[in-house]
């Protein structure tokens, strides 16, 4: 068969464009593959309805096997699913919100149909479970748990103890049990179903680590800095992960652009903050951090961002490194991320422990310049001569490829102007103070009558004996790693130990 010239001519557009499609196609993303997006506006039980629109932004680029699929700064919308508000109390304890991710919208392409689920919600006291965001219970506080649980675990009469009501009398603090996330606040979602082959996403503007090339210079640099901040009784803190290079003028800019925070310093104003954050189970923005030093000097700076638990917040410390040969002022920087908080009876102040992935919350910091507009380049210098495994001053299992990232400063261009983290305390007030009261009175009653007896005090002294059996069942087998792998590193590098120790 003979194919005339012309049609020739009049395919030879179509087939480029096929060929074109097909090199520039990703495979497709699997089902459960994870997102980071960033709410760009509220979302609460108390006012959101059921097929509500939701807005986010892709806070980390996404990737395929081809190479970029979703380059961040791509809208992400969604629809809230159900919402279970408390309301007075009567019929609900907690609040709960299920959202449901569908669509991506590439700039300058067309919508992408997606499905999923939110798996974590960043620095918030709120749970996920199954897909569903689980509010708190207003008496899921210290005071809470003390009354009704401590104080009656003999008795069955939840109302026969005078010293129960003044000492709820004397600490009228209870949480707010009605969900609220305000813009910026950042979400994890994962893939419920897979999406199929699409165009690939145009090379993004984030810039990012330039994946351990080799860097003489930079290596040397790498090298002589200490491994680890310490603390005041020069014990081994927080590993030093992270360098950036600019300006006092930059690095306040771009941490402020990315909505972090600095900490108070402690005083009795920060004790009755830090007391009424715990107590109110909400955040403290501005909380402070214990001293630790590099070199035995103090940090210059502190940055922290939380959302509404005291317990949980990214944080890190920052020294002025005087080192540096050039004209370019340069920041040497821990960070890490706090899980938890308890009391310290030894240190006579709250503590809070660390997730052992620092190569996570290394990368959570970047993430966060990254689009704030504020990165000029990005290095990742790796250091042979760390321990993967080490522990901090509290005694937290530290885990991490011993790389260095060195973040060179510029001035912040945001991909998302004013998508920041707001102040959550004063910006959601579930109605006036005289609901409030009542509604306050009504779940403590429900609380009182349904667990403050016997029969649930012996239930709940069980399930708290299990949960620390557990807890000390995992510290045991991660302390029996730990041994197991740091021995051998200090058996191939004996200076290993004496180094760690400060000793000559």
Known sequence: MRVLPGACSRLAPLLLILCSTLAF?????PAGQTFWIRLSSPVSSYTSKVDDTVHAVLIEAVTCDTGLAFQVGTRVDGKVLSVRKVGWGIRHETAALRLQFDRVLPSGGLPITMSAAVVEVENAREQVSRGVIQG???????????????????TWNPYSDAGLILFKAAFPIFPEPEIYFPAGTDLR???????????MASESSVVTADDQKENPELERFAQSLPQHSTTEKLKDADVVNLVFVGSRQDVESAFQQAGWNTSDTFGKKSFFRTF????????????????FLLNGKPAAMNWQKSLNSYARRDHLRMWQWSGAEDSETIWVSSSTHDAGASLSLEQ???????????????????????VAGCVKAVHLVPRPKMASITQNATGDLVSTDGALAVVELQECRPLEPGLVLGNVATQFRPGNRLFRYFRRQILTFRSDIWRANIIYGVYDLTRMSVIAWRHHTALTHEANTYIGLVQPQLAANPNTRNERNGAP
């Open 25 to 29: 196609a990703c495979e497709g993303l």
């Open 136 to 154: 708190i219970r207003s008496s899921d506080s210290p005071q809470g748990r003390i009354s009704s649980r401590l104080r009656h675990l003999p």
């Open 189 to 199: 979602i994962k893939l419920t179903e897979p999406i199929p082959a699409m165009v």
């Open 276 to 291: 009424y954050a715990v107590l109110n189970n909400s955040g403290y923005a501005r909380a402070p951090m214990r001293p």
């Open 348 to 370: 006579r102040q709250f503590l809070h422990h660390i997730t052992p992935d620092i190569d996570g919350e290394r990368s959570k910091v970047i993430r966060d310049l990254n």
